[in-house]
């Protein structure tokens, strides 16, 4: 499979792709930290329109649309206007990725986006493996939702007890390992694909 992983600089999930065979490619403004042979540096506009991706994974920014970040952003609040643009970029590159390859995902903390999103997952990192809680939606289009692999007891959550750090946001937003493993093999199996994914 063509696959395009776009806002990630880590290459967590790109990573897990090409470790079972596919072509997969990050995307982000930053440089990666992983293989540069393997990121698409720049706009996720002009990735999308770069190559023919038959699956499309996006992680966009997720700071002003989180629940968790309601007493900045939220209604009345002193940034909402930020929330209301971040709304809007986010829902437009969710429709334009749909128009260009047939199976895609966009991953996002518990937010305001899943408001207007409706073909949703939640999941929790302690489905995959990792002992912890972080509900985060899955937007799905055309892709099955993610069967958990290695159900574990969950200790709470790491990411908001992260101390302050110049690298804490981009930090947090790392996928886990175990949830990267789960969509490779899940996802990179044309034969899986066309499953009702309405919530």
Not at 2 to 21: D, H, M, P, Y
Request: with cysteine; hydrophobic share 40%; glycine share 8%.
């Amino acid at each position: 499979m063509l696959v395009l992983v776009g806002c990630e600089e880590s290459q967590t999930v790109t990573k897990a792709f090409i470790a079972r065979g596919h072509t997969a490619y990050s995307c982000d403004l930053a440089p990666t930290r992983g293989n540069p042979d393997w990121h698409l540096q720049g706009d996720v506009w002009d990735a999308i329109a770069a190559k023919p991706w038959e699956l499309i994974i996006l992680h966009p920014p997720c700071t002003a649309m989180c629940f968790s970040g309601n007493g900045t952003y939220g209604p009345g609040k002193p940034r909402h206007a930020d929330r209301v643009l971040a709304l809007e970029w986010t829902l437009q590159l969710w429709e334009h990725a749909k128009t260009h390859a047939n199976y895609v995902a966009l991953e996002n903390p518990n937010s305001a986006l899943f408001t207007y999103i409706r073909e949703v997952q939640f999941i929790h990192p302690y489905w995959f493996g990792h002992p912890e809680d972080k509900r985060t939606g899955l937007a799905l289009h055309n892709l099955p939702r993610l069967k958990p692999t290695n159900i574990v007891e969950s200790f709470g959550s790491r990411i908001h007890g992260m101390p302050p750090s110049p690298t804490r946001s981009r930090d947090r937003a790392v996928t886990y390992p175990g949830v990267a493993a789960a969509m490779a093999q899940q996802w990179g199996d044309l034969d899986g694909f066309g499953e009702s994914t309405a919530a």
